[in-house]
Structure formats: structure tokens, C-alpha cells
């Protein structure tokens, strides 16, 4: 069967080779490799980590990008009573698998032990908890705790910070995050078809505010608590604040860009 993934929309922008930029950590300029990034926003069956796993590798693959990011709780769906999700689970097993035979870092949702809403982080050496969401909405507190720390991390010499849907909303988070010196604001979220231009609006502002790219893993079709129709419309945003790529509306849909 053939990968849903194969007709990718993909806007490359970048050169082939090393370019001088400034460094938005304030260590000054520095000369590295372009960054290719993806965000993906898989159809996703609720609860089935197997399955969503499954998917996940595929998205991966079909990338070819060095940091791939999917959308808040992707492993499980929005299912808020969904069982935790363990770093050593060997559901996960073919994700790691493609992010070791691409070299990729996949980016991906699920409940971890704590019990936080989190963002794993998925290499071919294996999986860690990489960020645990701080801002909880209202339903989410009822059973989850907020994490208590940002995070960042460094792919080949890019800081990448991370964040989880509600997370972007709160200027504090971003704040935090960029005082710890990011090149890129990374989140998974999801919304409403009808609250489409939120997810557009914090990563605009968020954007302009730190000068940083801002990459959104927006949640498409259809999950949990009540989210009948989410939003989809991935995309990544300049430091400017403006729109350097976004997908459509429909689950099966990444886009995947080069960033220098």
C-alpha cells in the first residue's frame, strides 16, 4: 500500500549549502548547516498507539527532514483518559526504527508517567521525555499536572524550544523559552476548524516578538474532547512573523522546508 504521505506539500525556500546568520542566542553570528523541518498532522486513530506509531514512521520517511513535529498528544489522539505512554513502550518500536534509518528527530505526542501531557523526543537510539506541558486547559487539569520547566534542544548547532498548544497563548512561555536562547519556538497543538487563525496569531506573534522561526504540528480530522473537526493548517513562520509555509486542512498532510 502506498504511502499517504507521498504527495508532500513542501516549500523550499533555502540554499544547498552553510550560511552566516546572526544567532538569536546573542552568541553572535555562527556558520552551520540549514535546517529542514517538518510538521505533520497524521490521521490518527484514538487510543491505538500502535497504529498512530505506524503512521508516524511513515510521515517520517516520507519528510526527509532532520527534525519532524506532530501535533499535541499524536500517539494517542485527544483522549484525555488515554493510559501513559512509556519511553521503552515497543509499540514505538517503528518509529524509532524510521528515525534511525532517516535520521531524523521526530517530535511526538503522548501522556507520560507524572501524569503530564508531553512531547517525546524519538531518535534511532531510542525515545526520552523531552518537554511536559506547563499551561493546562481546564479539562486537561483535572487529570493531568503541568510540567514546571521549559525546554530546549540543540540539533546540529539550531536551539530548538519547545511548547504544547495552550503553551503558545501564554506570552510567558515564549518568554521563558527564548531567555534560553532558541533559533526556533517548536509546538504541537490542536484546534478547532473554527479557531483556525489562533493557531496563526500566537505563532505570528510569538515570531515577532523573539525573532525566532516558529513551527506549528497542527492537529487535523477528528479526536477527542469534542474536537469533531480540528484545524490542520501546519505551517512554519520567519522570524518576521509571516507565513513561509503551511499545509492544508486534511489529515495526511506535512510540509517540509529548509530553514537558514
Not at 493531568?144 to 519547545?162: C, E, I, K, S
Not at 484546534?191 to 496569531?201: F, L
Request: net charge negative; proline share 5%; aromatic share 4%.
Amino acid at each position: 500500500m502506498p504511502s499517504p504521505y507521498e504527495v508532500i506539500l513542501g516549500i523550499d525556500h533555502a540554499v544547498d549549502h552553510p550560511t552566516a546568520r546572526h544567532d538569536h542566542t546573542g552568541r553572535g553570528a555562527e556558520t552551520r548547516t540549514p535546517l529542514r523541518l517538518a510538521a505533520v498532522q497524521p490521521l490518527c486513530v484514538p487510543v491505538d498507539v500502535a497504529a498512530n506509531a505506524r503512521s508516524h514512521a511513515a510521515a517520517v520517511r516520507a519528510a526527509r527532514a532532520r527534525v519532524v513535529l506532530f501535533p499535541e498528544l499524536s500517539l494517542t489522539g485527544y483522549e484525555l483518559d488515554a493510559a501513559i505512554v512509556s519511553v521503552d513502550d515497543p509499540r514505538l518500536a517503528p518509529l524509532v526504527e524510521a528515525c534511525g534509518e532517516t535520521g531524523a528527530l521526530a517530535l511526538a505526542g503522548a501522556p507520560v508517567a507524572g501524569d503530564h501531557i508531553a512531547m517525546l523526543a524519538v531518535t534511532g537510539d531510542g525515545v526520552s521525555v523531552a518537554y511536559r506541558k506547563m499551561w493546562l486547559g481546564d479539562a486537561e487539569s483535572r487529570r493531568f499536572r503541568p510540567g514546571d520547566t521549559p525546554a530546549v534542544l540543540n540539533v546540529d548547532g539550531w536551539r530548538v524550544g519547545l511548547a504544547i498548544c495552550k503553551d503558545t497563548g501564554v506570552a510567558a512561555h515564549a518568554a521563558l523559552t527564548a531567555a534560553l536562547g532558541i533559533d526556533v519556538y517548536a509546538a504541537g497543538v490542536l484546534e478547532s476548524a473554527g479557531d483556525a487563525a489562533v493557531v496563526d496569531e500566537r505563532a505570528q506573534r510569538n515570531a515577532a516578538a523573539h525573532g525566532v522561526w516558529v513551527a506549528m504540528a497542527s492537529f487535523a480530522g477528528s479526536t477527542g474532547g469534542g474536537y469533531t473537526e480540528a484545524a490542520g493548517q501546519s505551517g512554519v513562520w520567519t522570524p518576521a512573523g509571516e507565513v513561509y509555509a503551511r499545509a492544508g486542512t486534511e489529515p495526511d498532510e506535512l510540509i517540509s522546508v529548509e530553514i537558514a
